[in-house]
């Protein structure tokens, strides 16, 4: 899985001052000629022009800004964004009258707390918390919009509990919000965007939030202020991003880090590749550090050398994208690992590790994709720049499920990139008990960020956004094996229905299913990057709700706000609301920027 920060700004020349005869030179066969990296210029309008100066400056687009001065910096800035640095983003309404403190029962009342709900990482949300049945979901209304300044994404799942919600941007600051009307609490300013979710836990009488940015900084702020309380930078490599969320357990916080070099290395002139995946375990009282395991145990070495007499390295790469699911009877955290950079490639790439909670010692890996050594060039038939291995790039972005199945036994359920489910038992070095296939797989496809599961069954959702056709003559019966949400038997992989993406009724529509899955009683949401949120009955995979909500927003924050694709998170369901961000547009897919919240009939 790629870092969407990066993939925004990797295509963006440096176009200087006379900004709108150099877009169309050295931008426009990019930004408007379809390509699936390059955003399209809408996407980059609705960027702030502190964001982009950020980028340019200390972020992605450091190397390709060298040379340059603070004049140009500054109005390349201004130009791709179409804004003036300063401005300011929030009107005085926008912010709540009052303040209370978090409630005592704030972690027993209804709540989404982190990614999965959990730390077993289900992403279903029992009947209690949701407050919203199978009945309700057809009379889901809009109750508020809330946009995001200046960001031409919205791509951090919001997480709810006592009253507030908590949500990273892509503008580099983190809110806290009230949940019932969408009014800004505070703001907390970040070194780079926030795509984790946020995790929320009280130590002694004061409120953590914890999280991390795309510059391998994890915080801990004070949940009712905003204050940072301690902030630790966990990985020096300089491509080195928190995506997934942290995982807290007991007293410690385990920080999960991938990266952008699979970008980077598509540069003939860069030394790929350096990066290793790692989980870090911090205290997290204090954010001291406990210990740091890689996915990858040996350090990089130097290889050969490139064509252009680059020194190249390896092995690298094996990020790990999603956050780690804990076992508490075994005391053992997993996770899911990406594929490698740069050859050699290695047995812990696109594999599901175990580690011991207590030394981060790898205790077994199950590899499910081997040789998959990739960067983004070698999409291009003999890019020099592609590794011998030349791997189909079949990341694991989506976090390890670990469920306890009906004949006693358990399993750890992860959906591949290359259109694969798999389940893989915990207490039998990741033995494999069954895989399924739900999709074609591509560098852009297969299930991408997340499944749900249920009692009976697991739901995966399926993006294929570039994959290959059907084979001359395929056989294939029923659903074709592409965008759709599937569900699969728990104990046996065994298909139980499946429905594919509806047709899309607009030019330029991506019918793909990239985003995470939310479960609730009888329900199953998946969001799509034509910019639908559909809910689908659990019984037989019939839609039984369905909004678009790529469309102009009248924001409660007084910002201007659009929808968009959908992707990445997941829908938050708690105390029967359900919140979703819309407009985390790739790929060609519509930009937008703002979080959504639905309730039955909109009170």
């Not at 005869?21 to 399209?40: E, I, K, M, T, Y």
């Not at 300011?88 to 005592?104: E, G, I, T, V, Y």
């Not at 801990?220 to 928190?242: C, N, R, S, Y």
Request: aromatic residues 8%.
């Amino acid at each position: 899985m790629k870092s969407y920060l990066f993939f925004l700004l990797v295509t963006l020349p440096l176009c200087a001052q006379d900004g709108a005869a150099l877009f169309q030179q050295r931008c426009a066969s990019c930004h408007d000629g379809g390509v699936n990296r390059a955003p399209l210029t809408a996407a980059l309008k609705q960027m702030s022009a502190e964001n982009v100066l950020n980028a340019l400056k200390s972020g992605a687009m450091t190397q390709q800004a060298a040379g340059m001065s603070e004049a140009e910096v500054r109005a390349v800035s201004e130009f791709v964004s179409g804004k003036k640095i300063g401005e300011s983003p929030f009107p005085k309404q926008a912010f709540c009258s009052d303040a209370p403190a978090l409630p005592d029962r704030a972690l027993t009342d209804p709540h989404w707390n982190g990614w999965g709900v959990d730390a077993t990482n289900h992403r279903f949300q029992p009947a209690a918390m949701a407050r919203l049945t199978a009945a309700d979901v057809p009379r889901l209304k809009l109750k508020w919009a809330f946009a995001f300044p200046g960001d031409a994404r919205a791509f951090a799942q919001p997480t709810v509990l006592g009253g507030r919600l908590f949500v990273g941007s892509a503008g580099r600051r983190v809110y806290s919000l009230n949940a019932a009307s969408g009014c800004i609490y505070w703001t907390a300013d970040t070194d780079a965007p926030v795509r984790s979710a946020i995790t929320v836990a009280r130590r002694g009488r004061q409120w953590f939030a914890y999280f991390g940015d795309q510059r391998a900084n994890a915080y801990a702020v004070d949940a009712v202020t905003g204050k940072v309380i301690w902030k630790v930078h966990v990985d020096e490599h300089p491509l080195a991003m928190i995506t997934g969320a942290p995982t807290l357990y007991e007293d410690r916080l385990y920080i999960p880090t991938s990266s952008g070099e699979e970008v980077a290395g598509s540069d003939a002139k860069y030394s790929c590749c350096t990066f290793r995946g790692s989980i870090t375990a911090l205290d997290a009282a204090n954010g001291k550090t406990i210990w740091k395991s890689y996915s990858i145990p040996d350090a990089p070495q130097p290889t050969k050398k490139n064509s252009q007499g680059i020194q190249l390295y390896g092995p690298s790469g094996a990020g790990i994208w999603s956050s780690p699911t804990v076992d508490a009877k075994k005391r053992v955290l997993y996770v899911n690992t990406g594929d490698n950079y740069s050859d050699p490639p290695v047995r812990t790439s696109d594999a599901f590790l175990a580690m011991d909670l207590a030394t981060g010692k790898i205790l077994w890996s199950r590899q499910m994709t081997e040789n998959d050594a990739f960067v983004v060039s070698c999409s291009v038939p003999g890019a020099p720049t592609c590794p011998e291995a030349n791997g189909p790039d079949f990341d694991f972005g989506s976090s390890p499920i670990l469920v306890d199945l009906p004949n006693g036994r358990r399993a750890l359920i992860g959906g591949q990139k290359s259109g694969m489910v798999h389940a893989v038992n915990p207490d039998q070095q990741g033995e494999v008990l069954w895989q399924a296939r739900v999709g074609r797989g591509s560098a852009l496809g297969g299930v991408q960020w997340g499944s749900a599961v249920d009692d009976a069954n697991v739901y995966a959702a399926v993006s294929d956004v570039a994959a290959r056709p059907p084979a001359p003559g395929s056989a294939e019966t029923g659903p074709k094996a592409g965008p759709g949400l599937y569900a699969l038997k728990l104990t046996t992989g065994e298909r139980v229905w499946a429905t594919p993406h509806p047709p899309c009724g607009q030019p330029g529509c991506r019918a793909a299913q990239s985003a995470a899955v939310t479960a609730i009683p009888g329900v199953v949401f998946s969001g799509s990057m034509d910019g639908h949120l559909r809910a689908y009955s659990t019984a037989d995979g019939k839609i039984i709700w369905d909004v678009n909500t790529a469309q102009p927003y009248q924001t409660v924050n007084g910002v201007p706000g659009k929808g968009g694709a959908i992707d990445g998170p997941g829908a938050v369901v708690t105390g029967g609301v359900l919140y979703v961000n819309s407009g985390n547009g790739f790929f060609g897919a519509a930009p937008g920027n703002v979080l959504l919240a639905f309730s039955v009939d909109g009170k």
